[in-house]
């Protein structure tokens, strides 16, 4: 089944305490992205890459790191999360953009706490 | 940046009826994409519609249609024999078709309930 992946589901921190948001697609897609949603803002895109090694910032990328060192993942790293990190994350992924009008594929979210 | 807005953040409709959602963006480019993303409670992003910006036919997908106004920048979602299922939130979002096109932006969110 063709699907994007994370996890975990739920996590609840505390602040400083480094952590990892796996991501995983399994259609060849070269483009993924990662979103935090959050009440009233809707969803804003923090990173994203469009193929292996390549990477740039969406709208909110402070406080967040990526890495795409194969195709299929592209983990979400808070190295020092702080509570107003607390939201929904989406992973994404799609044929490479440019070209073609694909829509993009999102995995079934993450809740992070961060108390 | 380019903004999406949805000014509805709440909706209701009967079942059966008939109700429009609104969305309007901001861009000063002639090429890009507009979608409808549905949310229901499970979470789950999931495609409604989509429209590309250099077609002047409104996108249809069964219940499911736009009206895209690209002079106004409006892009509404209309949605037919409203279903129970349709409940959700709902979003509009925006790519850019030449520059910055791996960037999406998306509006807050209008939540849809269906009453039966």
């Known amino acids: 089944e063709a699907q994007v992946t994370q996890n975990p589901r739920y996590l609840i921190t505390v602040t400083g305490k480094k952590l990892t948001v796996t991501c995983s697609q399994n259609?060849?897609?070269?483009?993924m992205s990662w979103y935090r949603q959050d009440p009233g803002l809707g969803l804003r895109q923090i990173y994203y890459?469009?193929?292996?090694?390549?990477?740039d910032k969406g709208d909110v990328p402070e406080g967040y790191k990526v890495s795409r060192k194969e195709k299929r993942n592209f983990p979400l790293i808070l190295e020092s999360p702080s509570p107003n990190q607390t939201s929904l994350y989406f992973c994404?992924?799609?044929?490479?953009?440019?070209?073609?009008?694909?829509?993009?594929?999102f995995g079934p979210g993450t809740r992070l706490t961060v108390l | 940046a380019q903004t999406v807005t949805q000014s509805q953040p709440e909706m209701s409709v009967q079942e059966a009826e008939t109700v429009t959602l609104s969305c309007t963006y901001d861009?000063?480019?002639?090429?890009?994409?507009l979608f409808w993303y549905k949310q229901p409670p499970s979470r789950q992003m999931i495609l409604v519609i989509r429209q590309e910006a250099y077609k002047q036919q409104n996108a249809t997908e069964n219940r499911f249609s736009v009206n895209f106004q690209k002079a106004a920048k409006s892009f509404s979602l209309k949605i037919s024999d409203s279903q129970l299922g349709d409940a959700a939130m709902y979003f509009c979002a925006y790519r850019s078709e030449s520059f910055n096109f791996n960037k999406f932006y998306f509006g807050s969110g209008t939540k849809l309930n269906v009453k039966p």
């Open positions: 994404a992924s799609s044929p490479y953009l440019a070209g073609d009008r694909y829509e993009q594929f």
């Open positions: 890459s469009m193929n292996v090694e390549v990477t």
């Open positions: 861009t000063s480019e002639s090429d890009y994409y």
């Open positions: 259609m060849n897609h070269e483009y």
